[in-house]
């Protein structure tokens, strides 16, 4: 039980890493929903031909975060809205990704190994407990490092300043727009490698794997009061309450509808405690 929340809690503390970039930077980001259904359909798709999670997960993130980037620099530059663009981002890749699935690949739903002639590998998915590791090493270690960025280099200083005050950035010579549409390559990155977690966990691709887990990863960064260990323990915590209702699934112990929007409502709920504490301590 303690594994599989701390697998589940992957994918969230990788996309969470993400939002905090862009939420520091004053830029938040909300179509980490959308580049995780990215990172996960391509990188499944990588893999298959290549043989090589790794490369996979790399190549996915990196296009995402190339992706968003650009995503970002248009809505500088043409004075969109951050908010509508994200819900657009997130329709989009979605539909864009059946689309592709359909009239390319051929298939619809569900992509499995043997759904492909010529893959490199088929057998690549029936692997074990240590990939699972991988990621969880590898998320905690994008956490720390984003940390250790964003507190103790320029980089990471000037794309808190760009939060805190653009004039101010601005008066200094530093053009807080590009720290800005760096911090959406950072989530875009992020939130692809937490889709790859969650399609190579199960070993196939679902449209729906990622089921509103980019909307817990932004909830997540306010449970966290904005800090990388918060939104680890956040993440933790949301990732229990996910495996508390898979398990009330299966023994039905209360209506399926209920349960699967449980996790988002916890959610809700602490994320309004979060909120009143953090103004209790301002106003202390």
């Known amino acids: 039980m303690v594994l599989q929340i701390l697998f589940q809690a992957v994918p969230l503390l990788?996309?969470?890493?993400?939002?905090?970039?862009?939420?520091?930077?004053?830029?938040?980001s909300i179509s980490i929903e959308g580049w995780m259904s990215f990172g996960g359909f391509v990188s499944y798709i990588i893999a298959l031909y290549t043989g090589s999670v790794f490369w996979a997960v790399i190549i996915a993130s990196l296009a995402a975060a190339f992706l968003s980037w650009l995503c970002a620099r248009f809505v500088i530059r043409a004075g969109a809205d951050p908010f509508i663009v994200g819900l657009?981002?997130?329709?989009g890749i979605s539909g864009g990704?059946?689309?592709?699935?359909?009239?390319?690949l051929g298939a619809k739903g569900v992509l499995r190994p043997f759904d492909f002639t010529g893959a490199a590998n088929?057998?690549?998915?029936?692997?074990?407990?240590?990939v699972s590791w991988s990621f969880v090493y590898a998320a905690v270690a994008g956490a720390l490092i984003s940390a250790w960025l964003l507190r103790r280099t320029p980089l990471g200083l000037r794309t808190i300043a760009a939060g805190l005050s653009p004039e101010a950035s601005l008066e200094r010579g530093l053009d807080f727009r590009c720290y800005r549409t760096i911090s959406w390559a950072f989530a875009g990155f992020f939130a692809a490698a937490a889709g790859a977690a969650l399609t190579f966990r199960v070993g196939v691709y679902t449209p729906d794997g990622v089921s509103g887990r980019g909307w817990l990863a932004i909830a997540a960064v306010f449970l966290g009061f904005r800090k990388i260990r918060g939104i680890i323990a956040a993440s933790v915590l949301l990732a229990a309450a996910e495996h508390v209702c898979i398990d009330a699934q299966k023994q039905n112990f209360a209506p399926?509808?209920?349960?699967?929007g449980l996790p988002s409502l916890l959610a809700l709920l602490?994320?309004?405690?979060s909120?009143?504490?953090?103004?209790?301590?301002?106003?202390?």
Do not use: C, H, P
Not at 14 to 28: I, Y
Not at 256 to 260: D, M
């Open 14 to 28: 990788l996309a969470g890493t993400g939002v905090l970039w862009t939420e520091l930077a004053g830029f938040l």
């Open 88 to 91: 657009a981002l997130n329709l």
């Open 97 to 104: 990704i059946t689309a592709v699935s359909s009239k390319i």
């Open 122 to 130: 088929s057998e690549l998915f029936s692997f074990g407990i240590a």
């Open 256 to 260: 399926q509808t209920a349960l699967i």
């Open 270 to 273: 602490l994320y309004s405690i």
């Open 275 to 284: 909120q009143f504490m953090e103004k209790k301590i301002v106003r202390d």
